[in-house]
């Protein structure tokens, strides 16, 4: 081992501050555990949304950012906000590649078609997005636009697919080009589970008009017994019957999320599903599909990070979540640099195949706790990195009990491994990622509270649990971001800041 004083990093996802109160469900759960480190810690706030991380001021803090700037130890522009500079500053609508495809198809008559989410969650996507490519198509003499919209009620509150798909509607009659063409729930199309029976059915309606038949967009959503996340995949049709915007031979598909994990195995399907008919696909963000599609907005560098010092020393981590966080622990933390590095080992925690999220709040985190006490049992590791995913996936139901239950897990979970630390040695560092089930109401359209799984803007609690014998009485700073994590991990372990990291160590 290269440090004499190894730790365990643990994001605990979504879990933000807030002032106590009744939809407060970090303050409502008994958190015995919780609580007492934070009495008797080090602890602090950091923020964890908007311009503190890279994303435009008052934005929702978000996992991949999270990660991604917990690790990198520097705020780092995101990909949204790059795309958001550009559409300000008119660069989009002069995009070499999107000017020369869109010139193309209103040359040979082809049609564009625009594939995502339709929200203003701004965690996947933004539904200004398609307004501007709209505005770029129409400019340049596009005659058909499809639009594929795939509604949200996740990033938003369940409920609001109708009067996004209504922007959308009027975005087209602004521009004077576009039509929805067909209709899906992200449950079916932004599936990163690997289950293809739903991004087969959502990409079969999008590309050859197979689905449940509607006369008007509005239809697919009006009847949506099982919410906006699990609207069927629909197709508009004509008079006769006809599917309007199915994808034709020498058309284009430009897929407008900017978040690549849950549009990607979508994509991926729909690029070998169509090879045949010659096809330009692009994408509004990088994405990490197997085939490149190229990108119009370019991601911004993210090396330098935790992982990279840590490889550097030649310091041994381990890294542990349940499937739906493995990325975040992996793959974001180390800057989106997926190279297999020999010191890091990764432990994914596959458990039931379809969890139901609310019966079992619980997750796998018993398998979690387990995972991090043997790493953290390990001479050879330096640092054990794990998320446990619980008050965020659960958060994201809206369900406010079941999210209750899923922080009091979590409770418990930090206390077994803070157990496990005190007996290999070890120091705890305990951070959110954003903000989730702090805030699980808001007010609706006539300000009465509804329920929200979404994120939120709020900072999140950092706490420091020294290592055995090492005292407790330190401060941390009070004006940190996720940005300073990385470097006070660094300090922690006893090296000094990353060199290409901004953040300073809160000790
Ligand atoms: O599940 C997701 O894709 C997003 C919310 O849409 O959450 P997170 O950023 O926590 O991964
Ligand atoms: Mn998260
Ligand atoms: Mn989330």
Redesign the pocket.
């Known amino acids: 081992m290269t440090t004499d004083s190894p730790g365990i990093l643990l994001v605990l996802?979504?879990w933000g501050h807030a002032p106590p109160g009744p939809a407060n469900m970090i303050s409502q759960a008994a958190t015995p555990h919780l609580g007492a480190l934070a009495a008797g810690h080090p602890a602090t706030l950091v923020r964890a949304s908007g311009d503190a991380v890279g994303l435009l001021p008052g934005t929702v803090g978000?996992?991949?950012i999270?990660h991604m700037v917990i690790g990198a130890g520097r705020p780092l522009p995101y990909d949204s906000l790059l795309v958001e500079q550009q559409i300000a500053s008119g660069r989009l609508a002069g995009n070499e590649l999107l000017t020369r495809t869109c010139a193309r198809l209103a040359e040979g008559g082809r049609a564009l078609h625009l594939i995502g989410l339709c929200s203003d969650?701004q965690?996947?996507a933004h539904v200004e997005h398609v307004r501007e490519l709209l505005r770029v198509a129409a400019a340049i003499g596009v005659r058909a636009v499809w639009i594929h919209a795939i509604t949200d009620g996740?990033?938003v509150a369940d409920g609001t697919a109708a009067a996004y798909l209504s922007h959308v509607e009027k975005f087209a009659a602004e521009a004077g080009v576009g039509r929805i063409a067909s209709v899906v729930g992200r449950g079916y199309a932004?599936d990163k589970s690997g289950d293809l029976e739903l991004t087969r059915s959502a990409a079969l309606a999008m590309a050859d008009g197979v689905g449940a038949r509607v006369a008007h967009a509005l239809e697919a959503v009006d009847g949506a017994e099982r919410g906006d996340v699990w609207v069927e995949p629909s197709v508009v049709v004509d008079a006769g019957d006809m599917p309007v915007g199915t994808v034709g031979d020498g058309d284009a598909v430009l897929f407008t999320n900017f978040r690549s994990?849950?549009i990607q195995q979508l994509a991926d399907f729909l690029v070998e599903h169509l090879t045949s008919r010659h096809v330009t696909v692009l994408s509004l963000a990088r994405y990490d599909t197997r085939a490149a599609i190229p990108p119009l907005v370019d991601r911004a560098d993210a090396s330098g990070g935790l992982a990279d010092e840590l490889e550097r020393h030649g310091s041994r981590s381990v890294r542990i979540a349940e499937s739906e966080?493995f990325e975040?622990v992996t793959y974001y933390l180390n800057g989106r640099d997926a190279r297999a590095r020999q010191v890091e080992d990764h432990v994914k925690i596959v458990g039931e195949v379809s969890p139901d999220y609310l019966t079992r709040p619980e997750m796998n985190l018993p398998l979690v706790v387990d995972a991090v006490a043997e790493a953290a049992a390990r001479r050879d590791v330096a640092l054990v990195a794990a998320n446990l995913a619980n008050i965020?996936v659960v958060g994201?139901t809206g369900d406010a009990a079941a999210t209750l239950l899923a922080v009091q897990h979590t409770d418990d979970a930090v206390g077994r491994i803070c157990a496990a630390a005190r007996g290999t040695g070890r120091w705890v560092l305990l951070v959110g990622?954003?903000g989730n089930a702090e805030q699980m109401s808001r007010p609706g359209d006539d300000g009465a509270p509804r329920p929200y799984g979404g994120?939120t803007t709020n900072p999140v609690p950092l706490i420091l649990v020294p290592a055995p014998g090492r005292g407790s009485s330190g401060r941390l700073r009070a004006d940190g971001t996720l940005a300073d994590v990385a470097p006070t991990i660094l300090a922690l372990l006893g090296f000094p800041p990353g060199a290409a990291m901004s953040g300073r160590s809160l000790l």
């Open positions: 996802d979504g978000n996992s991949e999270g969650g965690i996947h996740r990033d932004l994990d849950r966080k975040h965020d994201h990622d954003h994120h």
